[in-house]
Structure formats: C-alpha cells, structure tokens
C-alpha cells in the first residue's frame, strides 16, 4: 500500500509553522489513542525554543497517534496523528 491509500479518509494533525521555527519537541498527549476528539480540542503539547504550544484537532473522530514518544523532535510540516472522521 501507498502512503495515500494509508490515509485515505483520514485527515492529518501536523506541525503547523510557527514563524522560523523548524521543529519542535512533543511534550505530552492530552488524549490517548483511540479517543474520540471534537474539532478544535487540544490534543498535544509541544515546545518551541520559545514556548509551550497546544495544538488541536483539525477534525472530529478517533484519534491515531503516529508519533508517540515524548521528548521527541519532530519537524514542521511532520505529522503527528490522523483523525478518523
């Protein structure tokens, strides 16, 4: 299987770009594998060299997350999870 018949349906939670920065460290999921999330719910903590961000779901569903390590890198634009409408 491609990659795109992977994710078919499915619409990924990325790292949005935040001015210059590059990447950033996944500091903690507020949800667990599986969990049904709602449009807009935090869902991940990351830091910046600056700050700690919370990112939210862009969509409502189950929530498979790919990258599950903490204190893990991961660059803008890298996907962190799929929603499963």
């Known amino acids: 299987m491609d990659g795109s018949e992977q994710t078919a349906g499915r619409v990924p939670l990325t790292v ?12 903690e999921w507020l949800v667990d594998a599986g ?3 709602s449009a807009g719910q935090e869902v991940v903590i990351v830091e910046t060299e600056k700050a700690e961000v919370a990112l939210e779901a862009p969509a409502a569903g ?3 997350i ?3 390590a903490s204190d893990l890198e991961v660059a803008v634009g890298d996907t962190l999870a799929y929603i499963t409408p």
């Open 16 to 27: 949005p770009h935040m001015g210059v920065v590059e990447e950033v460290v996944v500091i």
């Open 35 to 37: 969990t049904l999330v």
């Open 62 to 64: 189950t929530i498979d």
């Open 66 to 68: 790919a990258v599950t």
